[in-house]
């Protein structure tokens, strides 16, 4: 029962710890690593409440050490998956029916053991787990997952409370339901909070949760189940397998019950989902909600008037931290002939400066990508540039993987700007520039736009105010997350919605109220007070 009208304020931004030499949390993070690093886990899957374990064990490794074992996951099979829908769904009439006081304040719950207790842990797995430093870690999986879930709990209570007007003899109201049956959360390896946000965003709502995490983040993953769990999460409302693709969508994309799926990963994977979802419309009880952040190939346009400083560092942050795989990471990056030497110079600099090693070195800028295939990928890429006539190694270029996936940052500089690695998505930490004539800003604009199929992330770095209105006007459809004398990449929740269009995706934007409407159903319920007790109308009268 509804006793009264409960508010959550907007919060503030949870503040980023800087790990300085002496800190507290630089000390407690480094014994966290430490303890996690001294043991093995064994990783469920968690269906209905029930830990499940198949003895079909995987092991899980360190990227930047891959002969340590952190522990081992129980793969799951297409039975499994049944399993997950059926508990789910056994769950769902409760939880859509509990009170959104006592929902929101198991999320909230959630931010809170992860901005105490579990922030060295959930920094831990990510870091040990997916290669990342201690600031890329801290502001994913402590900041950006907090922020989240908290934002979230807002963004909903505002949707609730948005209401229809009345008029005489009459109430409306507006009743925002979950979706009927569940949703799939499909989350990639490269940020925990992604992983967290796309199931609990749409169990906040309502809704019941398959989650499936990609392999290379099962670590951290199954320490946010903990934590949600802990929280007070009820049995049944999030399930996490760990399943293939292929088998996952088998089970999920076929059952009448499917109501939704929320993912973030490759262009063509969402490409097949939305293919097959498509064909099986005829199965469903309701049409799907088919929401995704795809590929990017995120450009940097630099004008004739920028500092060559605020461009070198913008491209060495935006391309090279955690490696260059952010959805968001600058991949291409157009510099105009008048300042480019100087800028190359710059980054050459910068580039070598780098220090590439094991995340528990906290003097390491540069860490290991994901793993062997990523490996491999990146590789071709740089190999083809060392043979191609259009295209130059600036700097860079050595990769080994002999005790971890390590490429070293690269840059690429290129003749065709129409060249494989301008318009290609490689997630790895290579930088293509092309050098065109300062006075063909305009036209270098519109290369730009028609270069890639992707629009998600994009920048502008000038001085001069006539190009950067030029260039935020020209480039509209260019990036869902447009900057203007800055890196593309850093998006927070509640200041810079994330989310872009073309083949990035349906820019439902993760981080604000838009993305929570994609997993409510609205019902409009009008009363009337005193209904009429004859069907005439006064106009039927003649006298």
């Given at each position: ?7 959550y ?39 209905g ?25 129980h ?17 769902k ?27 060295p842990?959930?920094n ?17 999986a ?12 807002h ?52 809704n ?17 189940m ?6 007070g ?12 693709g ?23 994977v ?37 500092d ?12 090279f931290?955690?490696?260059g ?9 157009y ?19 780098f220090?590439?090693?094991t995340?528990?070195?906290f ?21 083809a ?42 997630f790895g ?10 006075n ?5 604009l519109?290369?730009?736009d ?19 209105e ?15 004398n800055?890196?593309?990449t ?54």
């Amino acid at each position: 029962m509804n006793l009264g009208y409960f508010s959550y304020p907007l919060p503030a931004n949870e503040p980023v710890l800087n790990y300085a030499p002496g800190s507290a949390e630089k000390k407690r993070l480094k014994e966290v690593l430490a303890e996690l690093k001294s043991k093995e886990v064994d990783v469920p899957m968690y269906i209905g409440g029930k830990e499940v374990r198949t003895n079909k064990k995987y092991k899980l490794t360190a990227p930047h050490e891959h002969k340590h074992v952190l522990g081992y996951y129980h793969e799951g099979e297409e039975k499994h998956v049944q399993q997950a829908v059926d508990a789910a769904l056994a769950a769902k009439e409760a939880w859509a029916n509990m009170s959104w006081e006592n929902r929101a304040n198991i999320f909230l719950r959630a931010a809170d053991l992860i901005a105490t207790k579990y922030r060295p842990y959930m920094n831990g797995t990510t870091m040990l787990g997916q290669s990342k430093n201690a600031y890329q870690a801290e502001i994913d999986a402590a900041c950006e997952i907090i922020d989240f879930l908290k934002f979230n709990v807002h963004f909903l209570s505002e949707i609730y409370r948005q209401q229809p007007i009345s008029g005489a003899g009459m109430h409306n109201r507006m009743e925002y339901r979950p979706l009927e049956g569940f949703v799939l959360a499909v989350t990639p390896f490269n940020f925990t909070a992604i992983g967290g946000n796309l199931p609990t965003s749409a169990a906040m709502c309502g809704n019941v949760v398959i989650w499936k995490p990609a392999h290379t983040q099962i670590y951290s993953a199954q320490m946010f189940m903990k934590i949600l769990k802990e929280a007070g999460l009820p049995d049944g409302v999030i399930n996490l397998i760990y399943v293939d693709g292929p088998t996952v969508g088998k089970v999920c994309f076929t059952h009448r019950e499917f109501a939704g799926v929320h993912f973030t990963g490759s262009t063509g994977v969402f490409n097949n989902m939305w293919e097959t979802i498509g064909k099986n419309m005829s199965m469903y009880r309701s049409y799907p909600r088919i929401v995704g952040e795809t590929g990017g190939k995120d450009f940097v346009m630099v004008h004739k008037s920028a500092d060559p400083d605020v461009v070198a560092t913008a491209l060495l942050r935006g391309a090279f931290e955690y490696q260059g795989q952010k959805c968001s990471a600058a991949s291409r990056a157009y510099l105009p002939s008048n300042i480019a030497e100087k800028v190359k110079k710059k980054l050459v600099a910068g580039v070598n400066s780098f220090k590439v090693g094991t995340v528990e070195d906290f003097t390491n800028f540069v860490n290991a990508v994901i793993d062997e295939k990523s490996f491999d990928k990146i590789k071709s890429y740089i190999d083809a540039a060392k043979r191609s006539k259009k295209a130059s190694i600036l700097v860079g270029g050595e990769c080994n993987k002999k005790e971890g996936y390590f490429v070293q940052p690269t840059v690429i500089e290129t003749t065709d700007a129409k060249y494989t690695t301008m318009y290609e998505e490689i997630f790895g930490p290579v930088l293509t520039i092309y050098v065109y004539p300062a006075n063909e800003y305009e036209k270098t604009l519109e290369l730009v736009d028609s270069t890639s199929p992707y629009a998600l992330t994009g920048s502008i770095i000038a001085q001069d105010r006539y190009a950067v209105e030029l260039a935020t006007s020209k480039l509209r459809n260019s990036a869902g997350n447009f900057y203007i004398n800055d890196k593309p990449t850093g998006a927070v929740v509640g200041q810079q919605p994330f989310g872009g269009a073309r083949a990035s995706g349906t820019n439902d934007k993760a981080g604000s109220i838009l993305n929570l409407y994609r997993w409510l159903s609205a019902r409009t319920i009008k009363e009337t007070f005193n209904p009429p007790t004859d069907y005439r109308y006064p106009f039927l009268s003649e006298e």
